[in-house]
Nanobody, 115 residues
Framework: QVQLVESGGGLVQPGGSLRLSCAASGSIFSPSTMGWNRQAPGKERELVATITSGGRTNYADSVKGRFTISRDNAKITVYLQMNSLKPEDTAVYYC?????????WGQGTQVTVSS
């Protein structure tokens, strides 16, 4: 069974940076696409960024130029470097990985941007 374990969340001041990591395990296959979504209180879960096994990336407009998604295929790990953080980035961030038609999700990690 596929497991995704996230790390790196926390409390940061506006303008600060955080790096999230998510390691996948439990499958002999590598995921085609990995990514991050987030959910703020009272809001729907939204896409943040995705990256394919070939390195093609996609970002939400709200994070373009501030966030960078990357991936280590050997470690089956996806990263999200978040710079110039804003209070509106506060949310639970969920890692996801697509294997064929199935998408697996991590348990989520809290990111709070506040002074």
């Amino acid at each position: 069974q596929v497991q995704l374990v996230e790390s790196g969340g926390g409390l940061v001041q506006p303008g600060g940076s955080l790096r999230l990591s998510c390691a996948a395990s439990g499958s002999i296959f590598s995921p085609s696409t990995m990514g991050w979504n987030r959910q703020a209180p009272g809001k729907e879960r939204e896409l943040v960024a995705t990256i394919t096994s070939g390195g093609r990336t996609n970002y939400a407009d709200s994070v373009k130029g501030r966030f960078t998604i990357s991936r280590d295929n050997a470690k089956i790990t996806v990263y999200l470097q978040m710079n110039s953080l804003k209070p509106e980035d506060t949310a639970v961030y969920y890692c996801n990985a697509r294997y064929g038609l199935a998408t697996n999700w991590g348990q989520g990690t809290q990111v709070t941007v506040s002074s």
